[in-house]
């Protein structure tokens, strides 16, 4: 299957993924092209590279134009997403992607379906997401969304969960949620389609410039506080067999990371080559919460979360979850 082609797993559903993966379990199909030789370098010279055009990314597409992946003995090619990061698991599970970028809500609910993949790394941390409205909506308050409809990128991922505990802690039960890709959220505000939008950058700053959107509630507070986010995500066969290749991957992050976290204008630069984004949008974003190392603790906080919420039958084996990084 080429790059371009898995642009067609987003939005596909985890009932899906677990078809499509437990199906390829018995492959030995590889994606990359393994490195020559055995030496200290990686075992797969070039890895397949789940991602979408999210602000929280510019760490990734900086360590490929700055040359950190290739230092790393890393050749990295790109496959899009334009849904929530829930839409590329299947096509890693099914061995055409090596690693993916997606929320842990999703990562965790594949774990509980019995899908075999594993966190590498972390990639950002809550920021200004939040459910935004528009003015002439006249919803004020986090009670004035009972009943009210929802945009999310993915039912069932860390928007709508994030949303309905929320909510929740405010008395809100009865919101409804539909999957809307987040480029398409801010014409569904303006058009009156939803009534709030669960909004991350660059979407945040677009929407907040051009319909004077707003937010009601932040999406991390109370119950949600401080949990964590998205990150990175691979196959656990893959993991065991390329030890070499995923601690490049993340070394390589690592030092992205450390660039982003202290050089705001890198990442504003960087965004300017990997999104249509105008660069008058990209000088007001806001900053980005860049996890420099990862911390996957507070994973933990996430579980319990998803039980109340019914997300997953039983706790996630976090030791099982977290691969070990060389």
């Not at 099914?94 to 842990?104: H, K, P, T």
């Not at 993949?117 to 006249?138: F, H, K, M, W």
Request: hydrophobic share 45%; net charge negative.
């Amino acid at each position: 299957m080429s790059v371009k082609a898995l642009k067609k797993w987003a939005g596909v559903g985890m009932a899906a993924a677990l078809v499509a993966g437990l199906a390829a379990c018995g492959s030995d199909g590889e994606t990359g092209t393994p490195a020559a030789g055995t030496g200290d370098g990686p075992e797969q010279a070039t890895i397949v590279v789940g991602t979408q055009t999210f602000a929280e990314l510019a760490p990734l597409h900086m360590a490929i134009e700055q040359g950190i992946f290739e230092n790393h003995g890393l050749t990295v090619e790109l496959a899009d997403s334009t849904g929530g990061g829930a839409g590329l698991i299947p096509g890693m599970v099914a061995g055409d992607i090596d690693v993916v970028y997606s929320n842990y809500v999703s990562l965790m609910q594949g774990a509980d379906k019995g899908l075999p993949l594993q966190v590498i790394r972390e990639n950002d941390r809550p920021g200004v997401q939040a459910l935004y409205v528009t003015p002439e909506s006249g919803i004020k308050e986090p009670e004035d969304l009972a009943g009210k409809t929802i945009a999310v990128n993915g039912l069932g991922n860390i928007m709508e969960l994030t949303s309905r505990a929320v909510l929740e802690s405010h008395g809100v039960t009865d919101a409804k949620f539909v999957e809307i890709p987040p480029p398409n959220m801010e014409a569904a505000l303006a058009q009156g389609q939803v009534d709030a939008a669960w909004l991350v950058e660059p979407f945040v700053t677009i929407a907040t410039g051009t319909i004077g959107a707003t937010p009601v509630v932040s999406a991390f507070e109370g119950p949600t506080e401080n949990v964590p986010v998205a990150g990175w995500a691979v196959r656990t066969d893959f993991a065991e067999q390329n030890p070499k290749t995923v601690s490049a991957f993340v070394d390589a992050m690592d030092e992205a990371m450390a660039i982003a976290v202290d050089d705001e204008q890198a990442v504003k630069d960087s965004l300017l080559t990997f999104t249509e984004i105008p660069e008058e949008v990209v000088a007001k974003l806001n900053p980005i919460s860049f996890a420099e190392k990862s911390d996957f603790s507070k994973l933990s906080d996430l579980n319990e979360i998803m039980l109340d919420q019914g997300l997953i039958e039983k706790p996630v084996d976090l030791e099982e979850f977290v691969a070990e990084v060389q």
